[in-house]
Nanobody
Framework: QVQLVESGGGLVQAGGSLRLSCAASSRSFSSYAMGWFRQAPGKEREVVAAINWSGGNTNYGDSVKGRFTISRGNAKNTVYLQMNSLKPEDTAVYYC??????????????????WGQGTQVTVSS
């Protein structure tokens, strides 16, 4: 069982930055691929970014490429999402998730087993 707790969300003006963190409870954190997803009201959950178990490979949703960066600190059991040049359309609840997949970088919700409760990000225009 892996418990995930997100933090760092909040209200920011367009063009600003936020850094989300996700702390994992598992001692085997380094064996999980990690992902960030988001869901806006009335929309489906979409992938934002994902990173493989070693941190050597990352992938991003098309809408955030070049603006967001995912990273992980296995010693701290934490995954981060640095969000720059934020836009109002980035407003959503952001979720951290853990996947047991050891091949590739999982990019769909069905590939993830554990989920955090989410943190709200609101970008004002």
């Amino acid at each position: 069982q892996v418990q995930l707790v997100e933090s760092g969300g909040g209200l920011v003006q367009a063009g600003g930055s936020l850094r989300l963190s996700c702390a994992a409870s598992s001692r085997s954190f380094s064996s999980y691929a990690m992902g960030w997803f988001r869901q806006a009201p009335g929309k489906e959950r979409e992938v934002v970014a994902a990173i493989n178990w070693s941190g050597g490979n990352t992938n991003y949703g098309d809408s955030v490429k070049g603006r967001f960066t995912i990273s992980r600190g296995n010693a701290k059991n934490t995954v981060y999402l640095q969000m720059n040049s934020l836009k109002p359309e980035d407003t959503a609840v952001y979720y951290c998730a853990a996947s047991r997949l050891r091949v590739g970088v999982p990019m769909t919700p069905s590939e993830y087993t554990y989920w955090g409760q989410g943190t709200q990000v609101t970008v004002s225009s």
